[in-house]
């Protein structure tokens, strides 16, 4: 499995005694120019690792602002096509692991084999497909026709540990632990339930763990990133880009925020 601009991530990082960001936005938000800028912006001001969202009309395990912000893409037209088309115009600026984030509907209706490709060759780095199960994945990758794009597997709490195992054994780039049962954005965070379970899932599993689901402020960060690799931050970053939608400064708003969250990522 080819990984190596998200294996180079967090080996740096790791020597850099740093946490991976990894940041969540629904591709297209508000605007296909206008997310551009916000992600041209957060890149600059110390991103590590960029989930794009590929907008779909019934996001099931997402909370409302995300929701929200996967319908206003829809309303501008975003397609994977699009997607794939910002993917590119990221990579002549940045080197960032860019992971595209979708539920398998949009990837079955452009095509498992022609979405593996074209992901390729825009230069994405993995996906992470959200309703998609390890006993039903091979549906997808049975038609990938190589092995250069990471599938990162989602492992929520309540996971068992043989089960864990199994997940950890087909997954690549890195592991995205659920930090609480729920749907992403809802409150209430339980730091110490985290610790646990990364550091359970840590013991079986050599590939690194980003945490998500919850996380929004820096002091969240500080809590969590001695025991993972990784934090994911998805719809703090939506709520902003909700609270700002007319305001010309929006990049520049989610760059500050940006810069907060990574600050707290360096132990």
Known sequence: ??????????????????????GFLSAGDPDLNTSLKIIESMCAAGLDIIELGIPFSDPTADGPVIQRSSARALKKGITIKTVLEMTRKIRTYSDIPIILFSYYNPIHSYG???FYN????????????????PEESDEMTSKWPGNEL???RLIAPT?????????????????YLVSKTGVTGSAGLDTQEVTVNSRLLGSITNLPICVGFGISEPEDVRKIAPDVDGIVVGSAFERIIEENLNNPNLDQILGEKVSKLKAATKL
């Open 118 to 133: 074209d992901s390729v060759s825009s230069g994405a780095d993995g996906v992470l497909v959200v309703d998609l199960p």
């Open 159 to 175: 996971t068992p540990i043989e089960r864990m195992k199994k997940i950890a054994q087909e997954s690549s780039g890195f592991l």
């Open 1 to 22: 499995m080819k990984t190596k601009r998200i294996d180079k991530t967090f080996e740096e990082l790791k020597q850099k005694k740093e946490k991976a960001l990894v």
């Open 112 to 114: 498992a084999k022609a």
């Open 150 to 152: 990471a599938l990162i």
